[in-house]
């Protein structure tokens, strides 16, 4: 049954071409290893940096970013999801940045 599972999910990311498509390999529920969390970071880092460009603020080094990822997220499905909710918000005409930053703070919603 896994084996199913994981050449449905090679073929979807054949067909997508993610950023991510050689993490898609794993599971989900599987933790992630320590080269695939920095490389995840990094590409947080780039992404935030790539708009920073040309303003007022210098380009972040990224420590902080691996902080905050790392306190929330814990598996690939959840760093693959955010990272995948923060482009969709830049695709929208938003701000990555904005996005990722806004994803830590606590909403008035959840205050109750």
């Not at 990311?13 to 080269?35: G, M, Q, R, W, Y």
């Not at 210098?58 to 923060?86: D, H, Q």
């Not at 806004?102 to 959840?110: D, R």
Request: aromatic share 10%.
């Amino acid at each position: 049954m896994d084996d199913v599972r994981l050449e449905a999910e090679k073929k979807r990311v054949d067909n997508n071409h993610n950023a991510f498509a050689h993490l898609l390999t794993k599971l989900p529920e599987e933790k992630i290893n320590p080269s695939e969390k920095n490389h995840i970071i990094k590409c947080f880092v780039d992404e935030i940096n790539k708009e920073r460009v040309g303003t007022k603020y210098p380009p972040t080094k990224g420590k902080r970013e691996a902080i905050m990822l790392n306190t929330v997220y814990k598996t690939i499905g959840e760093f693959r999801s955010f990272w995948s909710v923060c482009k969709d918000a830049q695709n929208r005409g938003g701000s990555f940045g904005q996005r990722f930053y806004g994803g830590f703070k606590k909403q008035s919603w959840q205050e109750k």
